[in-house]
């Protein structure tokens, strides 16, 4: 059996209608590192008192660096035992883990651009990822794309975060993509789905890594698009949800 982790809850933050950004503590026992893009499995404890717990797993948004606390993003479904459990608790609340497991990490290859593609909560990996990039300087050289897929602005989460790095970094590129959005909100940036958006500017498909997070549906387009467009198969890199 896998060793728990006992993990306290410090801070929550509604990030949408139905997506929160949990932030567990780190520290009292939680004495492990994990590498960019990496998740940790919760214990979700059910109704039956006399039946196991279910476990489930999500991505670690936030930096290996931050030594305070790791964060979750998840949105809670309706019949979700999971979601609904996590989204529910409050601070000070303890929930169980254990360690961080997963090879959706970055690779050490030589090819020049990167390109992150997402939708909905799969952003938590590439959050952590470009975190760590620009805090200790692991991609030198490269270019660093995010393609965000979300059906409108109020969904785009972490928006302020990466427009911030876009703007401080010129090696880094923010492109999100909006499916609903409505005509008359002013918005300027890519509509439609996020494949629409990364095919336009997937122009040195021989010198790029694709990283797709997300639907397996999204997972399997991108895949389809990256091959088409003549990305190497080896260099295209998938977590589902």
């Keep these: 059996m896998p060793t728990k982790y006992s993990v306290k809850l410090i801070e929550k933050i509604q990030a949408g209608d139905s997506i929160y950004i949990l932030r567990f503590e780190r520290g009292n026992g939680w004495d492990f590192d994990y590498q960019p893009g990496q998740f940790v499995t919760a214990y979700i404890p059910r109704e039956e008192k006399d039946k196991p717990m279910l476990m489930r797993s999500y991505s670690i948004a936030s930096s290996p660096s931050n030594k305070k606390f790791f964060e979750l993003c998840v949105k809670k479904v309706e019949g979700g ?3 609904t459990y ?11 883990f254990t360690a961080p497991l997963g090879k959706f990490t970055m690779k050490n290859t030589p ?7 997402a939708t909905g909560t799969g952003i938590a990996p590439f ?11 692991a991609m030198p050289g490269k270019e660093i794309w995010l393609f965000f897929g979300a059906r409108t ?4 989460v972490y928006k302020d975060l990466f427009e911030g790095l876009a703007s401080k970094h010129k090696n880094f590129h923010y492109i999100p993509s909006l499916s609903r959005e409505g ?3 002013g918005w300027k940036g890519e509509r439609g789905h996020i494949e629409i958006a990364l095919e336009k500017h997937l122009t ?10 997300g639907l397996p ?12 467009k003549g990305v190497p198969k080896e260099f295209i890199f998938t977590e589902r949800y």
């Design 204 to 213: 040195e498909p021989k010198n790029t890594d694709i990283y797709i997070c």
């Design 81 to 83: 035992p999971g979601s």
């Design 127 to 137: 959050k952590s990822m470009i975190e760590y990039i620009y805090e200790t300087n």
């Design 217 to 228: 549906y999204m997972v399997n387009e991108t895949i389809e698009l990256g091959e088409k």
């Design 86 to 96: 996590l989204c529910t608790r409050n601070v000070g609340d303890v929930v169980e």
């Design 183 to 185: 005509m008359d909100t």
């Design 111 to 117: 090819n020049k651009h990167m390109f992150m593609v």
């Design 153 to 156: 602005q109020k969904d785009l």
